[in-house]
């Protein structure tokens, strides 16, 4: 089964700097979803990757697709205190049919 | 466009007792999957629901089952609760599988005492 490590697995910045999450695949990946998640809360969904060298942006999070490393990256430009909470990676696997299977997440915390 | 809707968003139960949880996903949405949350394991996935058939299948015991309705509302049961089912449970909403953007509800806080 296909497996996500996410690092670093936590992660505290000053506001205004600059941040990047990885997210490593065990299989090839075929689509890469971002979310991040508010404490007990639910996840909110970021973007999502298909194509390898793809890049998406969302407000200051870009994330991009590499399929040759088997990985995403997530950066964050100029954090804020907003940005803090639980980052997640998902994937699914070559079939249609497969589940969404999340790595462990990463906990960015933004500090004044 | 109403999102996805997890209900109860908090429930306390008894060792021993069993609970249902229930997924409305988006309005078009045919296919429901479930995932269990703790600290200490992350996001695992449960079973997922397509078209009221299960289609995918979690490493968990069979006192966790589910099943979806014509609508595509989902429910979730647990029997025979024990401590180490307190988690989040959470609930994604896609349109079909595959690689299909995948919206989550706020998912219901269970806990066992």
């Known amino acids: 089964s296909q497996e996500l490590e996410q690092s670093p697995q936590s992660l505290i910045v000053q506001e205004g700097k600059n941040l990047t999450i990885n997210c490593t695949s065990s299989?090839?990946?075929?689509?890469l979803y971002w979310y991040k998640q508010k404490y007990g809360e639910g996840l909110i969904f970021l973007m999502m990757?298909?194509?390898?060298?793809e890049e998406k942006s969302h407000e200051k999070i870009t994330a991009k697709l590499d399929e040759k490393k088997q990985q995403s990256s997530l950066h964050i430009t100029a954090s804020q205190p907003s940005h803090a909470g639980i980052y997640l990676c998902g994937a699914v696997g070559l079939s249609g049919n497969t589940p969404l299977v999340f790595g462990k997440g990463t906990r960015l915390s933004v500090i004044a | 466009k109403a999102g996805v809707t997890q209900t109860p968003r908090y429930l306390i139960k008894t060792r021993g007792q069993q609970v249902t949880l229930s997924c409305s996903p988006i309005s078009g949405h045919r296919s429901v999957s479930w995932y269990q949350q703790t600290p200490g394991q992350g996001l695992q996935f449960l079973f997922e629901y397509f078209s009221e058939t299960q289609r995918n299948k979690g490493n968990f015991p069979g006192r966790f089952s589910g099943r979806q309705f014509s609508n595509s509302r989902s429910e979730m049961n647990v029997s025979t609760l024990e401590l180490g089912d307190s988690a989040l449970y959470l609930c994604a909403s896609r349109a079909q599988g595959g690689n299909t953007e995948a919206f989550f509800g706020q998912g219901t806080r269970l806990t066992v005492v």
């Open positions: 299989k090839t990946l075929y689509g």
């Open positions: 990757l298909q194509k390898g060298g």
